[in-house]
Nanobody
Framework: QVQLVESGGGVVQAGGSLRLSCVSSGRAFSSSAIGWFRQAPGKEREFVAAINWVETTYYADSVKGRFTISRHNDKNTAYLQMNNLKPEDTAVYYC??????????????WGQGTRVTVSS
C-alpha cells in the first residue's frame, strides 16, 4: 500500500509562486512514476505534470514553462514548483503514483489534495 500526502498549497496573488510537496510512504518510491493533477470547482480532474523513475518529465500545455516537477528519491518526495501563477490555476492539486501517463485512471494511489487559490 502506498500513502501520499501533499502539502504547500495556499493563497497567492497572480504572478506569485508556490511549491507543492508530495511525500510517499509504503512501497519503493524510486520505482514509481508520480503525477500531479488538479481539479477546479465544477470541472473535471486534469493532468498537470508527471515524472518517471528516470526523471523524464511531462507537462500539460497550460503549465509548460511555468511549472516544474521534480523528485528526491532519498526523501520519498516529489515536488511541483509553480511560478507565474494565474487565477485559472486555482484548484485542488493531487499527487498520484502509478504509470507515467496523462490519464488519472492509470494511477493507483492518490493523496488527499492541497488547495491552491490564485487571486487576481
Amino acid at each position: 500500500q502506498v500513502q501520499l500526502v501533499e502539502s504547500g498549497g495556499g493563497v497567492v496573488q497572480a504572478g506569485g509562486s508556490l511549491r507543492l510537496s508530495c511525500v510517499s510512504s509504503g512501497r519503493a518510491f524510486s520505482s514509481s512514476a508520480i503525477g500531479w493533477f488538479r481539479q477546479a470547482p465544477g470541472k473535471e480532474r486534469e493532468f498537470v505534470a508527471a515524472i518517471n523513475w528516470v526523471e523524464t518529465t511531462y507537462y500539460a500545455d497550460s503549465v509548460k514553462g511555468r511549472f516544474t516537477i521534480s523528485r528526491h528519491n532519498d526523501k520519498n518526495t516529489a515536488y511541483l514548483q509553480m511560478n507565474n501563477l494565474k487565477p485559472e490555476d486555482t484548484a485542488v492539486y493531487y499527487c498520484a503514483a502509478g504509470a507515467v501517463t496523462t490519464k488519472s485512471t492509470d494511477y493507483d494511489y492518490w493523496g488527499q489534495g492541497t488547495r491552491v487559490t490564485v487571486s487576481s
